[in-house]
């Protein structure tokens, strides 16, 4: 079972950057997908970006360009960084491991998540 622990958030205005940390306990099993979510309040959970085992990655339009999903295999850490932020933005971040698909509904282990705050 892998445990996924998120860090890294906090509270910026808008213009700057953060950047996020998903840490694994284990990667043991063929994981075929790692993704960041985030879900503002009143809003539902969205995906943000994936990295699949091939090195493709997929963003939400929204966030094309400001941010990147990357992953040091040495340390099986997940990262996001965040930059040019907009208070729309803002939310709770969670990262998450698929071993099947980059589907949403995929994802079967998630993280607490981390808070990201943006101010105008």
């Known amino acids: 079972q892998v445990q996924l622990v998120e860090s890294g958030g906090g509270s910026v205005q808008a213009g700057g950057s953060l950047r996020l940390s998903c840490a694994a306990s284990?990667?043991?099993?063929?994981?075929?997908?790692l993704g960041w979510f985030r879900q503002a309040p009143g809003k539902e959970r969205e995906g943000v970006a994936t990295l699949a085992r091939s090195g493709t990655t997929n963003d939400l339009d929204s966030v094309k360009g400001r941010f990147t999903i990357s992953r040091d295999s040495a340390t099986n850490t997940l990262y996001l960084q965040l930059n040019s932020l907009k208070p729309e933005d803002t939310g709770m971040y969670y990262c998450?491991?698929?071993?099947?698909?980059?589907?949403?509904?995929?994802?079967?282990?998630w993280g607490r998540g981390t808070q990201v705050t943006v101010s105008s």
């Open positions: 284990v990667y043991t099993y063929s994981w075929v997908c």
């Open positions: 998450a491991v698929s071993a099947t698909t980059c589907g949403y509904g995929a994802f079967k282990a």
